[in-house]
Antibody
Framework: QVQLQQSGAELAKPGSSVKISCKASGYTFTSYDISWIKQTTGQGLEYIGYINTGSGGTYYNEKFKGKATLTVDKSSSTAFMQLSSLTPEDTAVYYC???????WGQGVMVTVSS | DIQMTQSPASLSASLEEIVTITCQASQDIGNWLAWYQQKPGKSPQLLIHSATSLADGIPSRFSGSRSGTQYSLKISRLQVEDTGIYYCLQRYSNPPTFGGGTKLELK
């Protein structure tokens, strides 16, 4: 069955970076894009961007350019998102999701606090 | 960016009642619309894609429809397990955008 397993919760200091992983299983990894989505109580759900897992080509929502960097490792069927120059406004749950999206990871809580 | 205006923001309904949630797109998005249900502490679950197609494993009491740029999610006979927050998502143009959500509770 299709699964997207994300890494664990992160507690980070302002100005630092975090890298979240999303390991796919149960399907051919390179056949579907992986999207990244931010969820906060105040802003709801926001699309960060997506990556073509075959070519590595990326799309970023203008709002997240310079904030998020999307990469993939085809050998391990894993997608990554690095968030840089963290501020308290980056505190959120971050999801990876496949394609439509149809399948979602369980989400990663990133907390930015000094 | 395409704006997705979702209504109502919250809804309280009785068991077996018919429930309808709508999303109004700010411009034409064709059938590039999906509906999701999210329960507390869980990831969103796909219910409907391509505006009207039921996702795998979703009960047939859920259905989607389109009238121009207005999209609707209908639950024909509300069940206890249908409570949660519902979101629409347009993927017609970048960036993909979500509606603000509808919180559905049992009366």
């Amino acid at each position: 069955q299709v699964q997207l397993q994300q890494s664990g919760a992160e507690l980070a200091k302002p100005g630092s970076s975090v890298k979240i992983s999303c390991k796919a299983s149960g399907y051919t990894f390179t056949s579907y894009d992986i999207s990244w989505i931010k969820q906060t109580t105040g802003q709801g759900l926001e699309y960060i961007g997506y990556i073509n897992t075959g070519s590595g080509g990326t799309y970023y929502n203008e709002k997240f350019k310079g904030k998020a960097t999307l990469t993939v490792d085809k050998s391990s069927s894993t997608a990554f998102m690095q968030l840089s120059s963290l501020t308290p406004e980056d505190t959120a749950v971050y999801y990876c999701a496949r394609w439509i999206p149809d399948y979602w990871g369980q989400g990663v809580m990133v907390t930015v606090s000094s | 960016d395409i704006q997705m205006t979702q209504s109502p923001a919250s809804l309280s309904a009785s068991l077996e009642e018919i429930v309808t949630i709508t999303c109004q797109a700010s411009q034409d998005i064709g059938n590039w619309l999906a509906w999701y249900q999210q329960k507390p502490g869980k990831s969103p679950q796909l219910l409907i894609h391509s505006a009207t197609s039921l996702a795998d494993g979703i009960p047939s009491r859920f259905s989607g429809s389109r009238s121009g740029t207005q999209y609707s999610l209908k639950i024909s006979r509300l069940q206890v397990e249908d409570t949660g927050i519902y979101y629409c998502l347009q993927r017609y143009s970048n960036p993909p955008t979500f509606g603000g959500g509808t919180k559905l509770e049992l009366k």
